[in-house]
């Protein structure tokens, strides 16, 4: 295989928006994950692995700076070396890394804008983590704000896209799906999905935290849209933002 046909294979599952040597920003499309230790399923660490490897690069280096649950889309960050690795981490632990991000979920919210402030208890085991009284022991403080974009009315053509489509797309029984932009005050473990779905609005396609979700695998309505940083070599502003890709979103809200 030629080195055109390798960049086209890893292309249909890697998008790069920007890259240097300190730092490479991605879209992550659904499905794929972070990392994983599944040496079968591709990740995020082993495509750009070999995406650098194919260009020839001495260093193929790739640090994890923050995550995406499997099913979720969005801009992602990744460092090439320690220094620029432990210097953004540091923004991110020290929530200095904007981000914001566009989730569907079902029904119509009673105001367009609010917070959610709720205390969640991270279930390792499960892999989940659940909403529960303050003061609840090992339990962590988590705010979110958010702004309702647009509403969509569930119409009978949604159930035969659905069926046309063989369950790709997720549909709301309740009547309505709702775009929200949601910006992050904390960064707790699937902190929007547990907090929406608290709030009777759960994500569309969140098998975990939406009981009314379609069986087999969905991608989640949650897309990372935006994240503004420091270069951590430079010190420049940098900010990148994606439009979710999707069939979900693009069922759903297509202008």
């Known amino acids: 295989m030629g080195t055109d046909s390798k960049f086209e294979k890893m292309n249909s599952k890697l998008e790069i928006i920007y890259e240097d040597d300190a730092l490479i920003v991605c879209h992550k499309l659904p499905g794929i994950p ?4 599944n040496a079968r399923t591709p990740d995020m660490v082993s495509l750009l692995r070999n995406y650098l490897a194919a260009k020839g690069e001495e260093n193929t280096q790739v640090f994890v700076i923050h995550r995406l649950d499997q099913p979720v889309e969005g801009v992602i960050v990744f460092a090439r070396n320690k ?9 991110s632990r020290e929530r200095n890394m904007n981000k914001s991000y566009l989730a569907l979920v079902e029904g119509v919210f009673d105001e367009p804008s609010g917070v959610l402030d709720d205390y969640l208890l991270h279930d390792r085991k499960a892999n989940m983590s659940r909403v529960v009284p303050a003061g609840t022991r090992g339990s962590k403080r988590a705010i979110l704000r958010y702004e309702v974009e647009k509403v969509h009315k569930i119409q009978e053509t ?3 896209s659905q069926q046309e489509c063989h369950s790709e797309i997720p549909v709301a029984e309740n009547g309505a799906v709702s775009l929200v ?14 907090q929406m779905a608290n709030a009777d609005h759960p994500l569309i396609g969140d098998k975990k935290y939406n009981p009314g979700c379609t069986a087999g695998y969905l991608p989640v309505g949650l897309c990372a849209e935006r994240i503004a940083f420091i270069h951590p070599v430079t010190g420049k502003n940098m900010e990148f933002a994606v439009e979710p890709k999707g069939k979900i979103f693009e069922h759903y809200f297509t202008d």
């Open 34 to 37: 972070v990392q994983t230790a």
């Open 158 to 160: 949604d159930h035969a």
């Open 83 to 91: 220094q620029a690795a432990a210097e953004l981490s540091r923004q």
């Open 181 to 194: 932009r949601v910006q992050l005050e904390t960064g707790r473990h699937h902190q929007i999905r547990v």
